[in-house]
């Protein structure tokens, strides 16, 4: 808790009115107050030494740094840091990965008003906060087999436009590699063909365009 007493926090999002939005509801609460605003990764770290808030609400989609890297270097600094990741990527690959790194929540931007309130107040006493709608986008794909990172790094290449002779060639691996990849990738992903297999990995969080 801050010297004023109140939850103090740091809003991290790129989008202007969003983020003077999101402020506003905060410090309309007689319990909170925003200490910061930043719009890049880089001016979030940077401001989380200044002020070292209870609370940082922070975007995964942010123009310089991944969201996730703001996080872990945040984390790596102070390992007691409550980040609550506040987004519209719903995706099970993007929730897991910033549990992993840490993230005490993780809440759409969809959410109303006071829900994102009482989720702030229960991530200040330390209680991991994720919502019905994001535990079931979590659990639906839960203990189904992921894609390993040549399989990633083969259908990154096929969104953007290169055919599997220019995989293989690209990759140092022969087209029969690249088809027996892509076998994988559809049936891991349960994608029709290639266009698919992008579509479903972007919503996953798997890869980003």
Do not use: W
Request: aromatic letters at 2%; proline letters at 4%.
């Amino acid at each position: 808790m801050s010297e004023s007493g109140k939850i103090s926090l740091l809003v991290v999002d790129d989008h202007p009115l969003l983020r003077e939005g999101v402020s506003k509801v905060i410090n309309d609460q007689p319990d909170m107050r925003v200490v910061a605003q930043a719009s890049k990764g880089a001016e979030a770290i940077a401001l989380y030494r200044e002020h070292t808030p209870d609370i940082t609400l922070l975007d995964l989609r942010l123009p310089d740094i991944a969201g996730i890297e703001v996080l872990a270097a945040i984390r790596a600094e102070n390992p007691k840091a409550n980040v609550v990741i506040f987004t519209t990527a719903e995706g099970d690959v993007d929730i897991q990965r910033c549990l992993h790194a840490g993230a005490r929540g993780y809440v759409l931007k969809s959410t109303l008003p006071q829900e994102l309130t009482a989720i702030i107040r229960q991530a200040h006493r330390g209680i991991r906060c994720i919502p019905p709608n994001v535990a079931v986008q979590l659990a639906h794909y839960t203990g189904e087999p992921g894609l390993t990172a040549r399989e990633i790094e083969v259908l990154c290449k096929v969104a953007r436009g290169n055919r599997n002779k220019d995989i293989a060639g690209q990759l140092f691996i022969s087209e029969e590699t690249v088809k027996a990849h892509m076998k994988n990738i559809l049936e891991k992903l349960g994608a029709s063909d290639r266009s698919e297999a992008v579509v479903i990995a972007v919503r996953r969080g798997i890869m980003q365009l």
